[in-house]
Nanobody, 124 residues
Framework: QVELVDSGGGLVQAGDSLRLSCAAS????????VGWFRRAPGKGREFVIA????????LDTDSVKGRFTISRVNAENTVYLQMNRLQPEDTAVYYC?????????????????WGQGTQVTVSS
C-alpha cells in the first residue's frame, strides 16, 4: 500500500530555516504530483506548495512565495520542503501528499495519499 512518511519538523526561532522530508513507498513515484499542506492550530488545512512529477512546474501559496521551495529526488522517492525565513504564522502541522498525475495544472491535483504530519513551531 501507499505510504508517505513525513519528517524534519521541530521548534525554531523566527528567521530560521528548516527542511522537511517525505519518503514515499508503494507507488510509482514518477507518476505522481507531490505537495505539502499545513494545518495551523484552530484552522483548516491549507495548501502550501506542489510540484509536477519531473519537478519542472511548481505552485505555491502567496504567503510562502520566495521563502519555501519544494524539490524531489525521484530516484529516492523523496520530496523535500525547504523553509527559509520562518515566521510564527508558519507554525502548523505539515503534511506531504501525493496526487496521480493528469496534467501540469497543479490547481486540479486531487491529493489522495497523505503523510502522518510533522509539527513545525516557530517562536517569535
Amino acid at each position: 500500500q501507499v505510504e508517505l512518511v513525513d519528517s524534519g519538523g521541530g521548534l525554531v526561532q523566527a528567521g530560521d530555516s528548516l527542511r522537511l522530508s517525505c519518503a514515499a513507498s508503494g507507488l510509482t513515484f514518477t507518476n505522481y504530483i507531490v505537495g505539502w499542506f499545513r494545518r495551523a492550530p484552530g484552522k483548516g488545512r491549507e495548501f502550501v506548495i506542489a510540484t509536477t512529477p519531473n519537478g519542472a512546474r511548481t505552485l505555491d501559496t502567496d504567503s510562502v512565495k520566495g521563502r519555501f521551495t519544494i524539490s524531489r529526488v525521484n530516484a529516492e522517492n523523496t520530496v523535500y520542503l525547504q523553509m527559509n525565513r520562518l515566521q510564527p504564522e508558519d507554525t502548523a502541522v505539515y503534511y506531504c501528499a501525493a496526487s496521480g498525475y493528469r496534467s501540469d495544472d497543479l490547481r486540479i491535483a486531487d491529493f489522495k495519499f497523505w503523510g502522518q504530519g510533522t509539527q513545525v513551531t516557530v517562536s517569535s
